[in-house]
């Protein structure tokens, strides 16, 4: 499933790489691509979308439907 989020509080690019690693922490195979300039995140994988939500924010991240 292709999943897009809004994150606001990306300021650079080890936010970036925190949201990547923390979404391939529970799926490994999963493609994310983040738009830092316009706080945007697309994540293509099998896990449902709150436990991706769940892992952003663990990392600290306020995640937008």
């Known amino acids: 499933m292709e999943y897009r989020f809004v994150i606001k509080d990306m300021l650079c690019a080890r936010c970036e790489q925190s949201i990547i690693d923390a979404v ?27 436990a991706i939500i769940i892992a952003i924010t663990e990392e600290g991240y306020t995640v937008s439907p």
């Open 24 to 50: 391939r922490r529970i799926d490994r195979e999963a493609v994310v691509e983040v738009d830092r300039p316009n706080d945007k995140v697309t994540v293509n994988s099998i896990e449902p979308r709150d």
